[in-house]
């Protein structure tokens, strides 16, 4: 079982964007997914679980909010497991119960327990979490449990202060883990080729040349309205190119998997 964070120091850097295309990418591939969204503002889980399509594998199961699951009066904490009907799950922390530093030690002993990451067969193949910008304890929750990260690059001209700052973060935790963090890479978010993008995207690759993804994340407007009518973009209908997006998608995550030693198959 691997896990992917998405995350850098920086808003509007299509996080959550990025982080629901993989999770659909992944039921694409029909593997089991645990979706941990520790952004209290909720924007990826709320659109995961509005999902609108016929395919009943990409219809999440809410396990609960974070700060339910680690209360010593829960179920979870009793040994409860989720059984997943479709393979597809999701944890999210909500506004109204923001998790303290007191806390990071519980819910990743909660995590711990829910994927089953000691048992001989874990419940999913894979585990995406999504963060807010803002550094809090859910940051650190994330940052210890995962194996991988990927970083977006947000295109304007501080988006590569952004990468900076993460980086430095990233190194802070890695004292407390056993294993480094696994860099998956830095991806072109939301890119659209105009003079503004092209002069980051050349100043990325110079500083960062081995870590950037080859395929960007481009600013396409299936993309855009998958996200909006809550659909993976390859099931919008009469959609031109759809051939082409989707193997957009299946390129920049597939070296997303590769890169984290997360055996895939196109």
């Not at 694409?28 to 594998?57: C, H, M, S, W």
């Not at 199961?61 to 997943?84: E, Y």
């Amino acid at each position: 079982m691997k896990s992917y964070i998405f995350f850098v120091s920086k808003g509007g850097a299509a996080k959550t964007t990025l982080a629901v295309h993989f999770a659909w990418f992944l039921r694409k591939l029909e593997r089991r997914v645990l979706f941990v969204d520790l952004d209290p503002q909720a924007n990826a889980a709320n659109i995961l679980t509005r999902y609108a399509g016929k395919e009943a594998a990409y219809k999440p199961n809410t396990l609960g909010d974070m700060a339910d699951i680690i209360d010593p009066d829960s179920p979870w904490t009793k040994g409860k497991r989720p059984v997943p009907s479709t393979g597809f799950d999701i944890v999210r922390v909500s506004t109204a119960a923001v998790l303290e530093d007191s806390d990071v030690d519980d819910a990743i002993a909660a995590l711990d327990h829910i994927s089953g990451i000691s048992e001989p067969e874990p419940l999913y193949d894979n585990v995406v979490f999504d963060l807010a910008p803002t550094f809090s304890a859910h940051h650190a929750i994330a940052l210890v449990w995962a194996d991988n990260l990927v970083m977006p690059l947000d295109m304007s001209s501080s988006g590569i202060d952004g990468v900076d700052i993460t980086d430095a973060t990233v190194e802070s935790f890695n004292k407390f883990r056993t294993t480094p963090l696994v860099d998956c890479g830095i991806v072109a978010a939301r890119y659209d080729g105009n003079t503004t993008h092209k002069a980051v995207l050349e100043e990325a690759k110079m500083r960062h040349r081995d870590r950037m993804l080859s395929m960007p994340f481009h600013d396409r407007e299936a993309f855009q309205r998958g996200i909006a009518q809550c659909i993976p973009p390859w099931q919008i209908p009469e959609q031109r190119d759809k051939r082409a997006r989707t193997a957009e998608l299946q390129t920049l995550f597939g070296d997303i998997l590769e890169r984290g030693g997360d055996g895939y198959e196109a």
